[in-house]
């Protein structure tokens, strides 16, 4: 069997204690589901081809260096983090579709992640990113960055205030067009629930056309996209997306070990 | 084994401009980041401070200068989320002409009897899920014969895994992670 497997998280018992927790509970890791995530080597992408590890990966069984991670706290989320309409501000207003981006993170038992880091970062209404490579010829808003960061709270729901990002083109072939997008960082409890992932909008003509979304099997790519809530939108202000986040978790069928 | 009730959110790359998101500050932006390449500043250090080094190589051997890595070790004592070290890092490859990371941390101690060793993870441009390595030092030879991840690699791939360690500017260990070729890295099913 190549299960994973870990006493509980976080303490290091001594071996003493680690035996005697073996036959009580053993917690196994969730795999990487591949029917979901992007396979590395997708040709229409191009570059994955100089990219994409070629052999296959080496099974590992977990230790505490995967079932732990790090952790951050309150104490690095500033007053307008998980305001991009605000947290950028020099003369006005950034301009744009003013948006909100909420949703629960869980594991996928639907448990929810607490107080997990969440960071974003995206174009601005014309499609351009701040970054100094983006070389797309269309304007900057000097009222907004573009990157934020929030922690779930403790039912694992998060927020963010933002502009809805524009398209943009980009030199994959031939009048490509990357879809509205946001960028998502996500941590969860430890490092083997790293995940970093993009929200679409619902219907988005370019999706059809884009590689990146594309690479994600089929039966994957809904959970990419946020959905247009009424109950999210807040009245004469912005409108609202929902997007919620699964990240990897415990199989928690228990079974003996000895 | 039970169904599980919710799919996984399927990964995406982190595309050419996460350097003002993630690592806002390395590349010169003046909002702050969460974490950098420097795992020991502002804080009460024991053990052995070293440099990790390397480069990010694509397949036809050239350095890749849009990527990003994160590093998760232990603490010199082999202890993980201790309130003295944070043990958590991340560098992308854009600030340096030649591509290089560079961390500054101190050398992890054995977790749990495993050889000494640091999690990676690497993300870029062109990745659409990221891979996780390991880095291992070449000085814990001993060790290393012993440790039951290592021995789970092929012989011939395992110098993969192993960075090497110079004294010519302090303590310096070089790991390239090629992601291609004949030496192409050992990415593990973490």
Same mark, same amino acid.
């Given at each position: 069997m190549n299960e994973y497997q870990k006493v509980d998280r976080t303490t290091q018992l001594t071996d003493q204690r680690r035996s005697k927790a073996n036959t009580e509970k053993i917690t196994i890791m969730n795999k990487r589901d591949w029917s979901v995530h992007p396979p590395y080597l997708f040709p229409d992408y191009k570059s994955t081809v100089l990219r994409a590890p070629t052999k296959p990966l080496i099974p590992l069984k977990h230790t505490l260096s995967e079932l732990t991670g790090p952790v951050y706290g309150h104490d690095m989320i500033g007053k307008y983090d998980n305001d991009l309409t605000k947290n950028a501000i020099k003369n006005g207003e950034p301009l744009g579709e003013r948006i909100i981006v909420a949703g629960k993170v869980t594991d996928e038992n639907g448990r929810p992640v607490r107080d997990t880091l969440i960071e974003v970062w995206q174009a601005n209404a /014309? *499609?351009?990113?701040? !970054? =100094?490579? %983006? $070389? !797309?010829n269309a304007p900057l808003d000097p009222?907004?960055?573009g990157a934020g960061r929030c922690l779930t709270d403790n039912e694992g729901n998060y927020k963010f205030y933002t502009i809805k990002p524009g398209a943009y083109p980009w030199g994959n072939h031939s009048n490509a067009w990357r879809p509205n997008h946001i960028h998502f960082s996500l941590f969860g409890n430890h490092i083997t629930s790293r995940l970093v992932t993009q929200m679409y909008f619902p219907g988005d003509p370019l999706l059809q056309y884009d590689p990146v979304f594309l690479g994600v099997p089929e039966k994957g790519r809904k959970l990419l996209i946020s959905e247009f809530k009424l109950d999210l939108t807040e009245d004469s202000f912005a409108l609202g997306y929902e997007f919620n986040i699964v990240l990897r978790g415990k199989n928690e069928t228990p079974f003996e070990t000895k | 084994m039970r169904e599980n009730k919710l799919l996984q959110t399927p990964s995406q790359t982190v595309g050419p401009y996460f350097a003002y998101g993630l690592t806002s500050q390395q590349y010169r932006y003046d909002h702050a980041q969460v /974490? %950098?390449?420097?795992?020991? =500043?502002d804080n009460n250090n024991h053990g052995e401070c070293i440099t990790i080094k390397g480069q990010v190589l694509d397949g036809e051997g050239n350095f890749i200068p849009d990527a990003m890595i994160e590093i998760w070790q232990a603490n010199a004592e082999g202890n993980y989320n201790v309130c003295d070290f944070k043990g958590f890092g991340r560098q992308g490859t854009g600030t340096d002409k030649n591509g290089y990371f560079i961390f500054e941390t101190v050398k992890p101690g054995s977790v749990n009897e495993a050889a000494p060793h640091i999690n990676v993870i690497v993300f870029m441009r062109g990745l659409l899920s990221h891979v996780y390595t390991r880095i291992y030092f070449s000085d814990e030879a001993a060790a290393n014969q012993k440790d039951e991840v290592l021995r789970s690699v092929d012989e011939k791939r395992r110098a993969t895994l192993i960075a090497k360690r110079s004294e010519k500017n302090g303590v310096e260990y070089i790991f390239n992670i090629r992601m $291609? *070729?004949?030496n192409e890295t050992v990415f593990f099913d973490v």
């Open positions: /014309a *499609g351009r990113y701040i !970054h =100094k490579v %983006d $070389q !797309h009222n907004f960055l | /974490a %950098d390449g420097n795992l020991i =500043k $291609q *070729g004949e």
